[in-house]
């Protein structure tokens, strides 16, 4: 070892290279190690190392939003037909104040034509008020909530909560019913023509459309009404204890009416000189005017109560015009063979009767039946007008019983007859087609209209007479409901 140490050494030190050279050598040398890592050194210092990135953490997925609910929006076409009939009916009423008019003695006609016109103002308030509520907001089965009580808007913005028309604004519904409820205490009033109070006539059909209409309305087409004939898939609602057909108002409209009428003249009796002197039409132009718009208002009556602007609505108003058509003739050659002449007032009068059969079946029968019904509707009011009035001895001035009440009667009990789900699936069959217990439940809704409409107008009557007295004086009849009621006179001749 030792040997070999010192030939190393002696390699070095005896190498030719001078010791300044070897000097700069070895310096050269440690700077070429070192100076990479003094660089790396400085590099570090320089530019100091990234820190790690955060961890990004996701949230978890929001759930999908739900779509927005699309906005409900009425069918013009139906809201446009609703809106028509809505005027239609209205105008039925003045229409009536010329029919009723025109068929009494010249000093009464103001006072007759005012007794309708009134109405529109008086029914027209409590309607919006609380009667449209009592009608047709969910309740007993008998009547109405007051959910609907002075038209609280968020109720009436859209469509109604019970689908009574759910293709057009609650809104137009509600007037639209109200024009019923408009015509139908002023169909009374025919049968006390001359002789009843202007305030007691206000008071009394103010309490009736309370006591009488409104609940009728409810049981026969509000929701849970123990009448209502609604049916779906054959099965009427549970509700309904006697599920009757009441398409437009047999028995809302005319029976409760035509029975009232004769409550009415049998408490106020008879006018004076009745059957003594004759008491003929004063003016036949207006009343024939009057029964004309009758005719043509009565397309909304039941053409709108198909509630849109479809084919039912015209099957409705097919069979609408069909049965005033063949009852005018039927009542007109009835008349010339039991009295020998057929006359205009006949003629008015048996369209009427044929309007007022067909009421109740108008959306559920086929046209062709507003024929038969029609045949039969102008006979049997004829008979009621000419024969059984005269038989027993009432006075109803303007036959209201006899066209309104028995007709409403004839019509509700031929619609469990002719009915037909061909026309209306959302009806029933009747005795033609297979189903005579149709027929049974027209029969009760008949007896239960009766029943509530005449003992509530008797109570009613009664009430009235003690608060303001019902009927005019004596003298006051012979000077005429004009000057003694309203202090003007109908004509300046």
Not at 267 to 276: D, E, P, S, T, W
Request: charged letters at 10%; a neutral charge; proline letters at 5%.
């Amino acid at each position: 070892m030792v040997m070999r140490r010192q030939l190393t050494l002696y390699s070095w030190e005896s190498s030719a290279m001078p010791v300044h050279a070897r000097r700069c050598f070895c310096v050269f040398s440690f700077l070429a190690l070192t100076l990479p890592f003094f660089a790396a050194s400085l590099s570090a210092d320089e530019n100091p190392a990234t820190p790690p990135a955060p961890a990004v953490v996701t949230p978890p997925a929001a759930a999908p939003a739900e779509p927005p609910k699309a906005e409900w929006k009425p069918d013009t076409g139906d809201t446009a037909w609703l809106l028509v009939s809505t005027g239609l009916v209205l105008l039925m009423t003045p229409g009536l104040a010329f029919f009723y008019g025109g068929m009494v003695r010249r000093k009464n006609v103001l006072g007759t034509m005012m007794q309708s016109w009134i109405l529109m103002g008086v029914i027209s308030i409590e309607w919006a008020f609380i009667g449209y509520s009592l009608a047709f907001d969910k309740g007993s089965q008998v009547l109405g909530g007051t959910g609907f009580a002075m038209l609280p808007w968020d109720k009436f913005k859209a469509n109604d909560p019970y689908g009574y028309a759910a293709t057009v604004p609650h809104l137009v519904f509600m007037a639209y019913q109200m024009m019923f409820a408009i015509i139908t205490p002023a169909l009374i009033f025919g049968a006390v023509a001359d002789r009843m109070k202007f305030k007691a006539m206000l008071l009394f059909s103010l309490l009736w459309a309370l006591v009488v209409y409104n609940p009728l309305a409810h049981m026969v087409w509000g929701e849970g009404g123990m009448l209502r004939g609604l049916f779906t898939d054959g099965k009427a609602p549970d509700t309904s204890m006697f599920p009757a057909l009441d398409f437009a108002g047999g028995t809302v409209v005319h029976i409760s009416s035509g029975i009232s009428a004769l409550v009415c003249c049998l408490v106020m009796g008879k006018r004076y000189k009745y059957n003594v002197e004759p008491m003929p039409p004063h003016s036949m132009v207006l009343a024939t005017i009057g029964a004309g718009l009758l005719w043509f208002g009565w397309f909304g009556f039941n053409g709108g109560s198909a509630l849109g602007s479809n084919g039912l609505a015209a099957s409705a108003l097919t069979a609408t015009h069909l049965a005033a058509a063949a009852a005018t003739l039927s009542w007109v050659f009835v008349e010339w063979a039991h009295r020998g002449h057929p006359s205009v007032l006949g003629g008015i009068s048996g369209a009427v009767a044929g309007l007022v059969v067909i009421t109740p079946a108008a959306g559920f029968v086929e046209p062709i039946s507003g024929v038969w019904m029609g045949l039969i509707a102008g006979g049997v009011c004829y008979t009621s007008c000419a024969i059984v009035k005269s038989k027993f001895g009432y006075d109803d001035s303007l036959d209201a019983f006899g066209v309104h009440g028995v007709g409403g009667i004839t019509g509700a009990i031929l619609t469990g007859i002719f009915a037909t789900v061909i026309v209306n699936p959302g009806g029933a069959n009747g005795l033609l087609h297979g189903n005579g217990k149709q027929v049974v439940n027209q029969l009760v809704a008949v007896l239960i209209t009766v029943g509530l409409s005449s003992v509530g107008t008797f109570v009613l009557l009664k009430i009235v007479d003690a608060l303001v007295g019902l009927r005019i004086t004596q003298d006051q009849e012979m000077e005429g409901l004009d000057l003694s009621q309203h202090g003007e006179v109908g004509y300046n001749l």
